[in-house]
């Protein structure tokens, strides 16, 4: 089941839900599913991104990527026609100073608009 899942991302232009790959593998039980996507995402094969629609997605991490603060973070660009979320890997997120004392764990940027399919481009 790991295997399917990694090739269905693998495949995947856009981040996939939980539901997404659950109704490509119509046999394949939703625990175990969301437990390979934990895993993957333990392991640094994948990462979470919140687009702000309130469902979770994933996509594979870029080779050599270890979801780092300071050197893989990147843009992700959610479609508010057709509900796509993609990575912009070439667009990494910069390096923010914070205030002494502050410790960053997580930092996600998604931009909202319309994606080339929808507009026509």
Do not use: W
Not at 33 to 48: A, I
Request: glycine fraction near 6%.
């Amino acid at each position: 089941m790991r295997l399917l899942v990694f090739q269905h991302l693998a495949k995947s232009k856009v981040a996939s839900t939980l539901t997404d790959i659950e109704n490509t593998f119509a046999k394949a039980d939703r625990t175990t599913l969301f437990r390979t996507l934990k895993t993957f995402e333990q392991k640094r094969v994948v990462h979470q991104i919140d687009d702000g629609s309130g469902i979770m997605k994933y996509a594979l991490c870029e080779e050599g990527c270890n979801c780092e603060l300071e050197r893989d973070l990147h843009l992700h660009f959610h479609c508010t026609n057709c509900g796509d979320t993609l990575c912009l890997t070439e667009q990494k997120i910069p390096h923010i100073n914070l205030p002494k004392g502050f410790i960053a764990e997580d930092a996600n940027l998604v931009l909202k608009g319309i994606c080339d399919n929808c507009s026509g481009q």
